[in-house]
């Protein structure tokens, strides 16, 4: 929404934060209290989805999720919400982190400044997952949003991944 205030990333902002196997934040670095405007005791032990912005398509979570529970590590661009009503874009990934014993500790997510050229692109796709999702009912949505995007992404000739890369690549 427009009379949200942008939080734009600089080059050399790093956004870290890491959760139980349950998607609840164990830790979170300066950079990311600063940035969604939170102190650590706000953020330890809430569910990750405190940043969660009304832009966001669950299609998108769902394919995170999903992602994650294949021992796969997640890449994405996501729109997040800061304290005081603003949002911030990010390049994020998001891997699932294991002890020696090879059992989940949790997840472990590191984000940095997103093309902007590719955001702008990315929103209107986000937009038209949003309106798909209006129109089901809510335990179909996700899963019919994410179609479509799947759809979009097979009409580009590549992997989900190969056109992240791309966008990430294109000129600013
Ligand atoms: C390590 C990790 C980092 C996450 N980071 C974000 C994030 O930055 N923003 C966000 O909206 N969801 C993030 N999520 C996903 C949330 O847990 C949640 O699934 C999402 O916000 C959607 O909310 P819902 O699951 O309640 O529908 C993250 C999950 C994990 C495991």
Known sequence: MSHEREVKLSES?????????????????RRFMQIAGYAEPELLGKPHNLIRHKDMPRGVFRFLWHTLQQKE?????VKNATSDGGFY??????TPDYKTDSSLAGYFSVRRRPNYAAV???????????????KETASRAPEASFLWL????????CS?????????????
């Open 73 to 77: 590590e997640f890449f994405g661009y």
């Open 89 to 94: 874009w990010v390049f994020a990934n998001i």
């Open 150 to 157: 799947k759809e979009q992404i097979k009409q580009q000739g």
């Open 120 to 134: 702008k692109q990315v929103n209107e796709w986000y937009k038209k997952m949003l309106v798909i999702e209006s």
């Open 13 to 29: 902002d790093i956004i870290v934060s890491k959760t139980d196997p349950k998607g609840r934040i164990t830790y979170a670095n």
């Open 160 to 172: 989900y991944n190969e056109l992240l890369t791309r966008l990430e690549g294109l000129e600013e």
